[in-house]
């Protein structure tokens, strides 16, 4: 049941809490007139841990270039109101409203997880991605300090890492990329959907500000730690005007390439979504939701292998079009090295009993 009230809840991405379709119950608020007080009081985050029997997510969907992930976190903090990751939350029995935002989930076992995966006899390097489902260094690691821990035992293995954050916590750990970088252990992505101050306080109410981000990519460039910048999602009417300028901020900061994808609503995300754009952007909601549909073969949801997160038709088209231009433009994509994956080592190597 989403927030009936004209007025905006504010430092949170969802207007309140969405059914779970696992659920086979549901609630709902016919006549808030009928309430003496507000039904929506202060949303007070929860942390929740969870221990699970192993941490390395194998993904073979055909539109990622990852193909396994760890997160230390389910739920975020963040609030971004377009997160894919929402509907996850309700495998564990939560809403993809408020509840993904303010209840937490926690893997404060992960590290020893990832010593046990990666001492298995038959293990062998593969790309990992921190993040993939909710950021890595959302406000929780600030407290918990599971990313770092996870670092730690990559760096120990000499285990190629990719991390994606729109977070400038990332700087905490400047020392440990530092070390994984002098071995071509790690790579970086950072986000930025929008440097419009006052759209990225709407869309993501806990992040980082655009120019915050763009501080990041500076600081871990010039360490000469890769940095990939990720122009996403891109909203038809909302954020792809500003393509071209990202893009090139992001360039003159140091990153040496750049990606994006084409804003999805499957799933509850589609109701969260619309919700939220006709509180928040009232004059051009309709329109906003039209391009959105016009980028997925007329609907809000798209399931179709390899067009789902780009998009087609004539509005993608163009958005491929700008991206490309500005790409060019700007001199991105710039030569990299690939990470190193002969240096990986465990307790099956004599190497280890040396470090």
């Given at each position: 049941?989403?927030?009936?009230?004209?007025e905006f809840l504010r430092g949170r991405g969802a207007q309140g809490s969405i059914n779970n379709k696992f659920n086979k119950l549901k609630y709902s608020l016919d006549h808030v007139e009928g309430l003496d007080e507000e039904f929506i009081q202060e949303i007070k985050t929860e942390f929740i841990l969870e221990h699970p029997k192993s941490?390395?997510?194998y993904n073979k969907s055909e539109d990622l270039s990852f193909g396994n992930s760890i997160n230390p976190y389910h739920g975020c903090e963040h609030g971004c109101i377009y997160c894919y990751a929402r509907n996850s939350h309700e495998y564990w029995g939560f809403d993809a409203g408020l509840d993904f935002e303010s209840k937490i989930i926690v893997k404060p076992n992960a590290a020893d997880l990832l010593r046990k995966e990666f001492d298995k006899k038959t293990y062998k390097p593969e790309p990992i991605l921190l993040s993939g489902n909710t950021?890595?260094?959302q406000p929780a690691e600030r407290k918990f300090k599971i990313t770092r821990s996870l670092l730690e035992v990559f760096l120990?293995?000499?285990?190629?890492?990719?991390?994606?954050?729109?977070n400038n916590l990332i700087l905490r750990d400047i020392d440990l990329l530092e070390e994984l970088n002098k071995l071509h252990l790690v790579s970086t992505s950072v986000t930025i959907t929008s440097l419009q101050e006052d759209l990225r306080n709407k869309l993501e109410p806990r992040t980082v500000t655009g120019k915050g981000r763009l501080k990041v990519i500076r600081e871990l460039s010039n360490i000469g730690i890769p940095v990939n910048v990720m122009v996403a999602?891109?909203?038809p009417g909302l954020n792809s005007e500003e393509i071209p300028q990202i893009i090139n901020e992001a360039s003159i900061n140091g990153a040496i390439s750049a990606g994006f994808t084409i804003v999805r609503l499957n799933g509850a995300i589609a109701e969260i979504f619309t919700d939220w754009i006709y509180k928040t952007f009232p004059?051009?909601?309709?329109?906003v939701i039209h391009r959105i549909q016009a980028?997925?073969?007329?609907?809000?949801n798209d399931t179709r292998w390899g067009s789902r997160i780009s998009g087609d038709g004539i509005e993608a088209e163009a958005i491929h079009q700008l991206f490309r231009l500005s790409l060019r433009k700007?001199?991105?994509p710039k030569a990299k090295k690939s990470l190193d994956y002969t240096l990986f080592r465990n307790k099956h190597n004599s190497q280890l009993s040396l470090f």
């Open positions: 049941m989403l927030n009936n009230n004209s941490i390395i997510s950021d890595c260094y120990e293995y000499r285990h190629p890492v990719h991390i994606i954050t729109k999602p891109i909203i004059d051009r909601a309709e329109k980028c997925h073969n007329g609907k809000l700007y001199g991105l």
